[in-house]
């Protein structure tokens, strides 16, 4: 196969070029594409809020906390005419004596609390804050949101509380496949903004190494460094090509990402899920693994049913942790639909009894089976693990 013509550009080409480059890296912290869905949700909640004058909640479970400071920042933009903003702290809330006096003050005027890393508020002692909070939405101009990074934070909150939170929930997902990774890069640079400069990097191949980065730590923030710096180098050129462009960014992986063990889209949330969650999705992958070692053609072997998973998920309680056990196959179909829910396996079409529907998984089988040994997991869930017979 002949090799890619490098293309260069004329010196007002390079000028134009680099001045725009130099203003994208001015914007892209303010750029956030990953965003937009969760921040258009959450809007929408502040405006029936302010247009009702009742009281209202939600919750924003995410996986950055820059991702909630943005979104806390477009949420006091769109309130702070109408409403007073209050963010909340945990670490500051404990060293502030008049927290709670300060909550009481002027309780009938229009508020908007942003209650960041809420999850921290769980304890017994705790919860009763984040109850009087959401108690106040019932009787005042409140509205309260709680920013968390544990999936499941709501499962541990007292009764009490749960009967005051609003089921409104807004999810802050990790990137969950490549080809959105490429369109959220081209994104932060502006691309429509600055049609010269973008120009230019189309001509560019930088999706090898994209991938590169996506596999290693796919996280939004590290797209973004990585990016900027990119520009940076660019930035310092004299004369630009679509060559020195590709080495560029795969200098700034190569200086600016450790060479760790792959990181899967979902690393942070496996972290987060309960041991059966996890032993279910365990189960989704061995067997995928299985198929894949009897089937040459890749469409027979990227489907299972719902039945295999608790099939073989009842195989490894029984054989290796009997407190796994479970005595109904709806209990695991309704894990299935949660991690469904999380986007870590893909859930098909609705079919009469469940028990066949159909899911297969958005991500490669051996870069996932290498992010459940970084778990902690009881070395009989390991063990049983361990081992896939080729059928």
Known sequence: MPSRTRTSTSVDETATILQQMAEALGLIDTVHPHLEEAEKKLLSIADKFMSSGNGASCRVEGLSNTDKVHLQRRLAERCRHRAEIVTVNYDELF??????ERFEKDRNHPRVFFVFNAEHFISSLRQTLLYKLLNGTMLYPW?????????????HLEKRVRSRLSPDRICVSPTTDISTYLSHFYQLLSKDKFPEMFGFLARCSFAKQLNYLYQMNSDFDV????????????????E???????????????MH??????????FNILKDLSLRQIAVLMC?????????SRFDDKAEASQIS???????????????????DVNSDKIIFEEIRRLGSLGLLTIGNKTTNVSFQKISLPVDVYSLSEQFKTLSLPAAVQDFFAHVSAM
Do not use: H
Request: net charge positive.
């Open 223 to 238: 797209l973004r460094r990585c990016t900027a710096l990119m520009l940076t180098e660019l930035i310092c050129l004299e």
């Open 143 to 155: 509205l309260v949101v709680l920013a968390v990074n544990s999936q499941d934070f709501y499962g």
């Open 95 to 100: 060293t502030d004596s008049n927290c709670e």
């Open 240 to 254: 630009l090509t679509t060559e020195r462009a590709e080495s560029a960014l795969k200098f700034v992986i190569e």
């Open 306 to 324: 719902f039945r295999q998973v608790f099939l073989e998920y009842k195989q490894m309680a029984n054989k290796s942790y009997k407190l796994l």
């Open 257 to 266: 990402v450790p060479a760790v063990p792959l990181k899967s889209p979902f």
């Open 284 to 292: 989704a992958t061995r067997l995928f693994k299985q198929l894949e």
